[in-house]
T-cell receptor, first 118, second 112 residues
Framework: ETGVTQTPRHLVMGMTNKKSLKCEQH?????MYWYKQSAKKPLELMFV???????ENNSVPSRFSPECPNSSHLFLHLHTLQPEDSALYLC?????????????????FGPGTRLLVL | SQELEQSPQSLIVQEGKNLTINCTSS?????LYWYKQKYGEGLIFLMM?????EEKSHEKITAKLDEKKQQSSLHITASQPSHAGIYLC????????????FGSGTQLTVLP
């Protein structure tokens, strides 16, 4: 139990569906992240939110739409996905170094959502 | 070649044996993070190294960052089946710790 929860844990969706992934952190952190982990590929950073503002977007297709309503919750809205989007989607949180006074802050990960797009 | 390389890709050891996993960066590291992942699950934080020459230990796992801050090793002493999993190193090249680049991982199997 890392203090970061993700729901659902498993999701199967068709290419025309719209679904959302949810992440919640109970650590009092102010930065949250979405990562994608595909088979046989390194973990890829998708989005970073700091104080609810998106600070990084690593060239992610628009069919992935993040939302961060507050510093404890992060969503990833999915629509018209492709089969190659099937992967493990991981959420993480950290305390941003700018506020903690430390440069290096550890990211804590949730258990992930296993997504299958048919 | 990859900017962050882990070796070996997979490792099978007998219980009780020692083992080492390496993570080599093409750039100077501001920070190097080690995580462990059970298949299909989230990453569990193990250790973070920041200073050249730094060494940290947790139970039977020791991680080092070389003086030039471009390579790290993770050493497990007297391995146990509970050590099995995928070990990932994450590199911070920016100094912000937000943009981590991860290696491809090392799949460790410990035979009882």
């Amino acid at each position: 139990e890392t203090g970061v929860t993700q729901t659902p844990r498993h999701l199967v969706m068709g290419m025309t569906n719209k679904k959302s992934l949810k992440c919640e952190q109970h650590l009092g952190h102010n930065a949250m992240y979405w990562y994608k982990q595909s088979a046989k590929k390194p973990l890829e950073l998708m989005f970073v939110y700091n104080f609810k503002e998106q600070t990084e977007n690593n060239s992610v297709p628009s069919r992935f739409s993040p939302e961060c309503p507050n510093s404890s919750h992060l969503f990833l809205h999915l629509h018209t996905l492709q089969p190659e989007d099937s992967a493990l989607y991981l959420c993480a949180s950290s305390q941003d170094g700018a506020t903690s006074g430390r440069v290096q802050e550890t990211q804590y990960f949730g258990p992930g959502t296993r997504l299958l797009v048919l | 070649s990859q900017e962050l390389e882990q070796s070996p890709q997979s490792l099978i050891v007998q219980e009780g044996k020692n083992l080492t996993i390496n993570c080599t960066s093409s750039k100077t590291l501001y920070g190097l993070y080690w995580y462990k992942q059970k298949y299909g699950e989230g990453l569990i934080f193990l250790m973070m190294l920041q200073k050249g020459g730094e060494e940290k230990s947790h139970e039977k796992i020791t991680a080092k960052l070389d003086e030039k801050k471009q390579q790290s090793s993770l050493h497990i002493t007297a391995s146990q089946p509970s050590h099995a999993g995928i070990y990932l190193c994450g590199a911070d090249w920016s100094g912000s710790a937000r943009q981590l680049t991860f290696g491809s991982g090392t799949q460790l199997t410990v035979l009882p």
